[in-house]
């Protein structure tokens, strides 16, 4: 079957730095997507990776292993608006999405 | 980037009511739309693709008879949910995919919050 697994929830200092992790097991691959959704919000797009190695965005930052069927999504200088539902998702052969559960994450002052 | 609007953003109705919620894509054409319902802490739940001009696929456990999905142009997918009851409610999305984009991504809508009474 098809599978993608994120951390329920993690925490974090506001100025800190915070990795969260999306492993994927799925039916081909057609790219891997982070979006963000805050709280009774859709969902918005963050990144997008079809190829190994890292993408930096400004304070955010994604890298893919597609061999190991691993993400990270990377915050820099944390703010207190990035608390928010981080979604992993893999585009699979059919060009479906898969989703992951999402990863809340909470800032500390 | 594309935007995608969704209305009504929120809705209350009786039971045993339908409830129509419109999703368009403004600025570009979307042959593919996709509708999703989430519940609260959860994740997005695939409901249905829907295809301009033809009929919608469904996920298996949807019923599409309760669930009906019309995507009559380009820039026009609806969703209406027949025969309401409280268990249908729920938090439900729609998007489109911009071919024209650099990903390919779906952009989304701000949602449709509905209640069942």
């Known amino acids: 079957g098809q599978n993608i697994d994120q951390p329920t929830e993690m925490t974090a200092t506001e100025g800190a730095i915070v990795q969260i992790n999306c492993t994927y097991q799925?039916?081909?691959?057609?790219?891997l997507f982070w979006y963000q959704q805050h709280a009774g919000e859709a969902p918005t797009f963050l990144s997008y990776?079809?190829l190994d190695g890292l993408e930096e965005k400004g304070r955010f930052s994604s890298f893919l292993s597609r061999s190991k069927g691993y993400s990270y999504l990377l915050l820099k200088e944390l703010q207190m608006k990035d608390s928010a539902s981080y979604l992993c998702?893999?585009?699979?052969?059919?060009?479906?999405?898969?989703w992951g559960a999402g990863t809340k994450l909470i800032i500390k002052p | 980037g594309a935007v995608v609007s969704q209305h009504p953003s929120w809705v209350i109705c009786k039971s045993g009511t339908s409830v129509k919620i419109e999703c368009r894509s403004l600025?570009?054409?979307?042959?593919?739309m996709f509708w999703y319902r989430q519940f609260p802490k959860q994740s997005l739940m695939l409901m249905a693709t829907?295809?301009?001009?033809?009929?919608?696929?469904?996920e298996q456990g949807v019923e599409k008879d309760k669930f009906l999905i019309n995507h009559a142009s380009l820039t026009l997918s609806t969703l209406t949910v027949t025969s309401a009851h409280p268990e249908d409610s729920s938090f439900y999305i729609c998007?489109?995919?911009?071919?024209?984009?650099?990903?390919?991504?779906?952009?989304f809508g701000p949602g449709t919050r509905l209640t069942v009474l």
């Open positions: 998007s489109a995919r911009d071919l024209a984009g650099d990903y390919n991504e779906q952009f």
């Open positions: 600025d570009f054409q979307a042959t593919t």
């Open positions: 829907s295809n301009e001009g033809s009929k919608a696929t469904y």
């Open positions: 799925t039916s081909g691959f057609n790219g």
């Open positions: 990776n079809v």
């Open positions: 998702a893999v585009q699979d052969s059919n060009y479906q999405l898969i």
